[in-house]
């Protein structure tokens, strides 16, 4: 029976997991970085997915223990992982992070104990790359004498509509009995219920296909956009007169980034050329989604010079720098494409996001962030990119005037020159 659960990695998926699992059981939360577990003992999550005062309650009033000491992890009886799997540079599966967390957590594994995994992988990720480290250093025999389950993170980041507890899980584990026992763990704290898969292979693979079925769909609305461009179509009301037959999908054009829609197909590609076979779908998908910075910031371009602007002369507001509305994270945002194309150009770019780091866009990027105290007036630019559809945005109520160009990714303002 599961009395002491360790959630291993604390960001957007470990962290709300570790406070509800806290209402019901022994929690130890545990993050390699020092600064991560000192800010969440002060009630301060960066991520803003937890409040301070649930985050407070979690701490003194439940039974959570954050911590980036792996001494403190003795003595349990399941193992969450939640850490990132990213891509590298040459767009292939970077597992370091999860093979990293599976040796320490090996070293620490006892007989009888289970441990799941929740970060996005490829098809047979955890039997083949993770039960091997974790056999390796524990010196215990898999299905023998630890168990294993998989149940993906469906974690919306900035949505407090759809959140932990309310999307129905899928859970999996190594064999029939750990499968019952790991889907009973999760129906203590998933309201909207659980979906026992099959095996931990099929679990893995519906988790991977969920986001590539979305960047597909995104890029055929990013294609229609590229041609209705070209024909001077307004892109938005094609998809508003189409979307009123019954079964048409509601999918809208964009930006594409983030760690998981914009990484996730990688996954699956990979596995899929391991065993002889190119997905020509998937791959020309992300290839189209990752050119649309290049494609928004020449379409900026191209209405500036329609205004007989001198781009040397311009001055540029980007707003919105994370990699979607609401929410802090920058990882793997596509309005740096967007900005590092236009400064190709030669404009003169400043950038506001109520939501992003300063210092974090300062150290990753190299550029500089206006906030609230020092924006200037919307009328000194010549143009403006709303790239992220931000609700602070929403209340700004800009109106274009006679000398500027207002591109409005993302549809806030009805009256911009142009939305993909």
Not at 4 to 10: E, N, R, V, Y
């Amino acid at each position: 029976m599961i009395k002491k659960l360790a959630i291993i990695g604390l960001g957007y998926v470990g962290l709300p997991l570790a406070v509800e699992f806290s209402k019901k059981f022994n929690v130890i939360g545990f993050d390699i970085s020092e600064t991560r577990a000192s800010q969440l003992n002060s009630f301060y999550d960066k991520t803003n997915e937890i409040s301070q005062g649930l985050l407070k309650k979690a701490i003194k009033k439940n039974k959570l223990l954050i911590t980036n000491n792996n001494s403190d992890l003795s003595d349990v009886d399941c193992f969450i992982i939640t850490v990132p799997t990213p891509i590298d540079k040459n767009k292939k599966p970077d597992l370091f992070p999860l093979l990293s967390a599976s040796k320490m957590v090996g070293k620490l594994l006892r007989k009888g104990n289970i441990v799941v995994y929740e970060s996005t992988v490829f098809p047979g990720a955890t039997e083949e790359e993770c039960v091997p480290i974790l056999e390796e250093f524990s010196n215990l025999k898999f299905n023998k004498d630890f168990y294993c389950g998989y149940s993906p993170e469906r974690i919306n980041p900035g949505d407090k509509t759809h959140n932990l507890t309310s999307i129905k899980k899928i859970t999996s584990g190594s064999n029939h009995k750990i499968s019952l026992e790991i889907d009973r763990l999760y129906k203590t704290i998933i309201k909207a219920g659980t979906y026992k898969a099959p095996s931990i292979r099929i679990a893995e693979a519906a988790k991977v296909i969920e986001n590539s079925q979305r960047d597909i769909n995104i890029a055929f609305m990013n294609e229609l956009a590229i041609i209705f461009s070209k024909l001077n179509i307004n892109t938005s009301e094609v998809l508003k007169a189409a979307s009123t037959k019954w079964n048409f999908l509601d999918f809208k054009p964009g930006l594409v980034g983030g760690h998981c829609i914009g990484v996730d197909p990688f996954y699956l590609t990979h596995k899929a050329q391991s065993v002889g076979y190119n997905p020509e779908i998937i791959l020309s998908g992300r290839k189209l989604n990752d050119g649309m910075g290049q494609f928004v910031a020449s379409e900026l371009v191209k209405l500036i010079i329609k205004k007989d602007f001198s781009l040397r002369s311009c001055r540029i507001l980007v707003m919105g720098v994370t990699f979607k509305e609401n929410c802090p994270d920058i990882r793997n945002s596509k309005v740096f494409d967007v900005i590092y194309e236009l400064k190709q150009f030669g404009l003169d770019i400043d950038i506001y996001d109520p939501h992003a780091d300063i210092d974090e866009i300062r150290s990753e990027h190299g550029l500089e962030l206006l906030d609230s105290s020092n924006l200037p007036p919307f009328e000194i630019y010549q143009g403006i990119l709303i790239a992220v559809a931000h609700k602070k945005f929403r209340n700004l109520k800009i109106r274009q005037s006679v000398n500027q160009v207002i591109y409005d990714i993302k549809g806030i303002y009805n009256d911009s020159d142009l939305s993909l």
